[in-house]
């Protein structure tokens, strides 16, 4: 059995105040003044730290908002006179996809690296858009044997990247042939590269770190690579180059040492692979195609290419179609190329990476349900350095997470934590749908429940299909 896959992770809190969701508004006109206060019994003792808090205040422009949600301070009042509020400045973070609540769940992974647990329990809908309206199918979590991250039964998260052969040919026993290179991963997650809008400040070092500490990859730019640093032989096998089509390409001497290049789907797709396969033929290169209206078929026609290896498709920030005005999520198109590829009889031949909209780790088991091998991350990242996503990243802007400001280790630290985080769950997810492979998870669409196909078949006879935009 090979080794288990561990992350080492250490807590590590804020720079800043927390914005937290609640806070407890207090009512003092009728107050008893009873001798045992409610707030003082709190069971995460906040209105203590509260009260330390304001008394050493040091930044005028942070709130104090940390309450867990436990209730107990509102029920137990005897005059009433407490109740939870909403923080404003909770509800102003991130947008109508990346919403305040999945940025606070990526802070409190990223400072513990541990499962998050919300005191308050989910009040939110049933369904939802997106990946909310797809559900994983928990029937295996009674069995004793499933028991995720505590190790009871070995859980492999690992998955292949590269091509693979159809069939295998054996003289005296023994494969002939060439085979393509193939490179595994201990998870299947790739870090991408960072957005335009979310590009300040430059977090090329942290993210190296962070990808060094996981055993993962990350995308870069080349210009973004200092190539005399020192350390290259630590970094360079954790670093892919996306090469568009004017970027020049790096160093022979410096790709020899990466196992994974990109390249930007630029019409000249074979000609740059063949290119790149003489300088290091056991590099695996990835096509990068944005998903745009032609963007799925662009993929499913790619994928018929011997020298085609693995397919990058790339949604937008929040997962939807690029440029297009009913743009379909990113799981949807995911399904559309995965079925396409098996009818086509070239599904096990090639690679397929997911990325956009892939906001938790539940995003991740998701997307390989639907049919992807592995996912590319961005803002998760930068949120777990305690990003708002506001829409003010720009140059001369303050950013309220000081993030010009970051060290270093603090950062890579923070990552390596959410990714930790992530890990486990994925363990979990597997467990509870008794899987013991990630690569056998992949378009097992039998493992979960859409929305769209539970409404159709029980309502559709009564109301008909519903009406798409």
């Not at 207090?26 to 330390?52: I, L, Q, T």
């Not at 606070?104 to 919300?118: C, N």
């Not at 790739?190 to 942290?206: E, H, K, N």
């Not at 890990?423 to 429940?449: F, K, N, W």
Request: charged fraction near 25%.
């Amino acid at each position: 059995m090979p080794e288990k896959y561990h992350i080492k992770t250490q807590p590590i809190p804020p720079r800043r105040p927390r914005v937290g969701k609640y806070g407890v508004v207090d009512w003092r006109e009728d107050c008893a003044r009873c001798h045992n206060c409610v707030k003082k019994a709190c069971v995460y003792d906040r209105y203590r730290m509260e009260s330390d808090y304001i008394r050493n205040l040091t930044d005028v422009d942070a709130l104090y908002f940390d309450c867990r949600g436990c209730f107990s301070c509102v029920q137990d009042c005897t005059k009433g006179l407490l109740c939870l509020s909403v923080n404003p400045v909770y509800e102003g973070m991130g947008n109508r996809y990346w919403t305040p609540d999945i940025i606070k769940t990526t802070w409190l992974q990223a400072e513990t690296a541990k499962i998050p647990v919300s005191g308050a329990g989910y009040g939110g809908p049933f369904t939802g858009t997106g990946f909310d309206a797809m559900w994983t199918d928990m029937s295996e979590i009674v069995r004793p044997t499933r028991d995720g991250i505590h190790g009871r039964e070995y859980i492999s998260t690992s998955v292949d990247i590269g091509r693979k052969p159809s069939f295998l040919v054996f003289e005296e026993g023994k494969p002939t042939g060439v085979f393509p290179p193939l490179l595994s991963l201990p998870m299947p997650l790739i870090i991408d590269m960072s957005p335009a809008q979310y590009s300040l400040p430059d977090l090329g070092p942290v993210i190296r770190q962070a990808a060094a500490n996981t055993d993962l990859i990350a995308i870069f730019d080349p210009s973004d690579w200092p190539f005399q640093q020192a350390d290259q032989q630590r970094y360079l096998p954790h670093v892919a180059f996306y090469l568009d089509s004017a970027a020049p390409e790096p160093p022979k001497e410096v790709l020899r040492k990466t196992r994974l290049v990109e390249i930007a789907d630029d019409g000249k797709v074979l000609e740059r692979i063949k290119k790149l396969k003489s300088i290091h033929p056991d590099i695996v290169v990835a096509v990068r195609i944005e998903l745009d209206a032609k963007g799925p078929r662009r993929a499913i026609d790619l994928a018929g290419f011997e020298e085609v290896e693995v397919i990058h498709i790339a949604a937008d920030l929040n997962g939807n179609e690029i440029g297009t005005k009913n743009p379909r999520f990113i799981k949807d198109m995911i399904r559309e190329i995965h079925t396409a590829l098996i009818e086509d009889g070239t599904r096990d031949d090639i690679t397929l990476i997911a990325g956009g909209g892939i906001a938790l780790p539940e995003h991740m088991a998701k997307a390989i349900i639907c049919g992807a091998d592995l996912v590319t991350i961005d803002l998760p990242l930068m949120i777990a350095l305690e990003c708002h996503l506001c829409d003010r990243c720009e140059p001369g802007m303050p950013c309220p997470a000081k993030l010009e400001d970051i060290d270093p280790d603090y950062g890579a630290g923070r990552m390596t934590n959410l990714i930790a985080a992530w890990h486990d769950q994925l363990i979990e997810l597997m467990g509870a749908m008794g899987m013991r492979e990630a690569r056998r998870l992949r378009g097992d669409v039998g493992r979960a429940m859409f929305f769209e196909d539970l409404e159709e078949e029980t309502f559709g006879r009564l109301f008909g299909t519903r009406k798409k935009n």
